[in-house]
Nanobody, 125 residues
């Protein structure tokens, strides 16, 4: 069982930066691939980024490549999403997710085992 709690969301101007954190409970955090998804009003939840259990492999959606970075610290049971050069279209609720299989996270959100409650990111233009 994994419980996820996101933090770091807020209001930022276009071009600014935010760093989201996701703290996980459970002794097996390092076994899980982790990911970030987002959901804008009236839209479906979409994949943003994923990182393998070791941190050695990452995958980003095309819409955020070159602007967002995903990382993890297994000693702290935490995964991060560094968001730079934010745009108004990045406005959404951002969700942390965990699954034992990296390909499930990348192909998500369907089938992903664990979710956080979400944190709001609002980018003003």
């Amino acid at each position: 069982q994994v419980q996820l709690v996101e933090s770091g969301g807020g209001l930022v101007q276009a071009g600014g930066s935010l760093r989201l954190s996701c703290a996980a409970s459970g002794r097996t955090f390092s076994s899980y691939a982790m990911g970030w998804f987002r959901q804008a009003p009236g839209k479906e939840r979409e994949f943003v980024a994923a990182i393998a259990w070791s941190g050695g492999s990452t995958y980003l959606a095309d819409s955020v490549k070159g602007r967002f970075t995903i990382s993890r610290d297994n000693a702290k049971n935490t995964v991060y999403l560094q968001m730079n050069s934010l745009k108004s279209e990045d406005t959404a609720v951002y969700y942390c997710a965990a699954d034992l299989k990296m390909h499930t996270v990348v192909a998500g959100p369907e089938g992903v085992d664990y979710w956080g409650q979400g944190t709001q990111v609002t980018v003003s233009s």
